[in-house]
Structures are given as C-alpha cells and as structure tokens.
C-alpha cells in the first residue's frame, strides 16, 4: 500500500488548507485513516481520525476549525483546516492502517 499526500503550502493566519491522502496499491478494506502532524522540535501528534464504523476524533487544539473526512470509494482521506494559526505549523502526515504517508509541510505565517 502507498500513500500519497498532498495540500500543503503557505497560507496567511486565518486562512485555510485541505490535505488530502489517497491510498493506492494492495487494498482490502481500510478501517481507520488519521492524519497526524509534527511541529519542529515538538513530537509527533495525533490531529485527526476517522475509522469505518463512522467514529471520529479530532484534537483538542484543533477542534471547531478541523475537520477530517473520507472518500471510501477512493481510498482518501481529507482534512479540511479552517482559521488557522501560527501554531498549526507542522509536517503533516497520513496514517492508513498504521501505514505511513510522506508529510506534506504547512506553513501559516503572515
């Protein structure tokens, strides 16, 4: 299974950014897509998951302004980010199935 991420970039603070991340290869059944990001000199955080039963979790930090879907149908999940801040500022990663996409980086600066 491959992970393709994708959506960074540079936005201004209050701005918004959609990831997305599909899964191509050797696919059965997915059951929980997360996204997961790292700020620098900070560890690795869970932001987002959504599993196939339909359970959903988002982060504390990042609650109201986050919000993570998914396309079954093709194998993507999404995180769509709204007001975002400064401090949103990481690598972002997917995870499908405790398989690991390559981070895509979001800088929120002025």
């Known amino acids: 299974v491959q992970l393709q991420a994708s959506g960074g970039g540079l936005v201004q603070p209050g701005g918004s950014l959609r990831l997305s991340c599909a899964a191509s290869?050797?696919?059965?059944?997915?059951?929980?897509m997360s996204w997961y990001r790292q700020a620098p000199g900070k560890q690795r955080e869970l932001v987002a998951y959504?599993?196939?039963?339909?359970?959903?979790r988002i982060a504390d930090s990042v609650q109201g302004r986050f919000t993570i879907s998914r396309d079954n149908a093709k194998n993507t999940v999404f995180l769509q980010m709204n007001r975002l801040k400064p401090e949103d500022t990481a690598v972002y990663y997917c995870?499908?199935?405790?398989?690991w996409g390559q981070g895509t980086l979001v800088t929120v600066s002025s």
């Open positions: 959504t599993s196939s039963g339909g359970s959903r």
């Open positions: 290869g050797s696919i059965s059944s997915i059951n929980v």
């Open positions: 995870n499908v199935d405790q398989i």
